[in-house]
């Protein structure tokens, strides 16, 4: 486990970010440059080989305008089928947990128990309803989640919650597979008088061609 | 496979956020490749606090829905970048830019076929100005336009333009994407298919032998 979201954060580089020019600047902080998030990510023993980060958590402190877009592959992971039940019957969420190691896709019914059984454990942890929880995976097709390591690292993972940029970049880095490069980035601008932000962090780097709806 | 989540401290209805979230998306992820494979786990999470104490965003049709959506277009669309720059075995980025089409639809199903073209993507990793493998891709795209219109341009050097092929500095070409390649850089295509107001992009990579060896290697 790593001792720190900073030591996680450090774990590859960042991706350089070409990001269009435009009303808006750059900030520091990624997903948790927003007023109200925050991020950690560990390692929790679900890659099959080295240590870095596999586990990501980015938590809301109230609940959060939820919006989805997901693959449009007939066969969708679990954690996919999952995120569009839970997107068609509610519009909030608080929390996105997500791993890497294993895609939990092609895993049946099995597969889908999993993710249920996953957003359950966090939401007791975290004192929210399990629907305000959702859940993203990547790795290998066809394995299911190592639910015993992650159930196992949760309580370290919301002890590491962080609204800071090392909590943004720990989460970034937590999520990547064969990816050289951490992808994050938080824009600032002025809507009506107010300031605000945007942030984001993804990951991506082969089996990329994404026709998401 | 791609995995994303986005935040914000925008107050916005979540009809109105969904939308917006959608055409960030048709605008980024969704006009990248690197290998033509659409992963089983593809995933864009959008999260709106409502905590920066803005007006409420309740229209897409507001300026202040515009704004958003342009804020959120150019998050997705770095990140979105940064992927294709990030490509497994890639040496350099490629960004296809495509103009004069009829709609912004059309001009970016252009720019991905072109993106997503393998030998395209090879020709770029050989450092082979082969515009012929451009305009291949471009004309099988399922997107009608005049041949006669066609224009492509390698890094600012015009290669074909009226659907004519043109004499051009093929060791200047070739140079550009080779230095593209040594600076895991940018090499831009552009290509115009006639006067319409439609513009599109997309992105994606070089081709190399490091992609085969690292799926070659990495078992489901």
């Not at chain 1, 895993?107 to 929880?133: R, S």
């Not at chain 2, 980025?93 to 199903?109: D, F, I, P």
């Not at chain 2, 072109?114 to 305009?135: C, E, Q």
């Not at chain 2, 895991?184 to 115009?192: D, F």
Request: hydrophobic share 40%; charged share 20%.
């Amino acid at each position: 486990v790593c001792a720190s979201s900073e030591a996680a954060s450090n774990y590859i580089p960042k991706a350089p970010i070409l990001l269009p020019e435009g009303p808006w600047e750059q900030v520091l902080g990624g997903v948790t440059a927003p007023k109200g998030f925050r991020a950690a990510g560990m390692y929790g023993g679900l890659r099959a080989k080295g240590e870095k980060p596999d586990l990501a958590l980015v938590t809301c402190d109230v609940d959060a305008v939820a919006a989805g877009s997901f693959t449009t592959n007939i066969v969708a992971a679990a954690p996919v089928l999952y995120c569009r039940h839970i997107l068609d019957n509610f519009s909030a969420a608080r929390a996105v947990l997500i791993n890497a190691g294993q895609a939990n896709a092609a895993t049946g019914d099995a597969g889908y128990q999993d993710v249920i059984e996953c957003a359950a454990a966090l939401a007791k942890l975290l004192q929210i309803q399990p629907e305000a929880i959702l859940v993203e995976s990547t790795g290998v097709i066809g394995q299911r989640i190592k639910k015993e390591a992650l159930l196992k690292s949760l309580p370290k993972l919301t002890s590491l919650l962080s609204s800071t940029i090392e909590g943004a970049d720990s989460a970034a880095v937590a999520i990547t597979t064969t990816d050289l490069v951490s992808k994050s980035v938080a824009v600032e601008t002025e809507i009506a008088g107010a300031r605000i932000k945007v942030g984001g962090m993804a990951k991506g780097s082969g089996m990329i061609h994404p026709n998401m709806a | 496979t791609l995995l994303g989540v986005l935040t914000t401290d925008a107050l916005v209805e979540p009809d109105v956020w969904r939308k917006i979230v959608q055409i960030a998306v048709d605008r980024s992820f969704n006009q990248i490749t690197v290998d033509g494979d659409t992963s089983t786990n593809d995933t864009v999470i959008a999260l709106a606090s409502g905590l920066s104490g803005s007006t409420r965003i309740s229209s897409l049709d507001r300026h202040e829905a515009k704004q958003l959506q342009a804020c959120v277009d150019a998050v997705l669309q770095g990140l979105a970048k940064s992927i294709a720059w990030d490509g497994e075995g890639a040496t350099c980025l490629v960004e296809v830019t495509v103009t004069g089409t009829n709609s912004e639809e059309a001009a970016a199903k252009i720019a991905r076929s072109v993106a997503s073209s393998s030998l395209s993507k090879a020709a770029v990793y050989g450092r082979d100005p082969n515009w012929g493998r451009i305009a291949c891709s471009v004309g099988y795209a399922g997107v009608p336009f005049i041949p006669n219109e066609l224009r492509i341009s390698l890094g600012g050097i015009l290669l074909m333009d009226g659907g004519q092929p043109l004499p051009f500095d093929r060791t200047a070409a070739s140079a550009y994407l080779k230095h593209a390649g040594e600076t895991h850089g940018t090499v831009e295509i552009c290509i115009s298919v006639g006067s319409g107001p439609g513009k599109g992009q997309a992105w994606g990579c070089d081709l190399s032998y490091d992609y085969v060896k690292i799926n070659a290697e990495y078992t489901t």
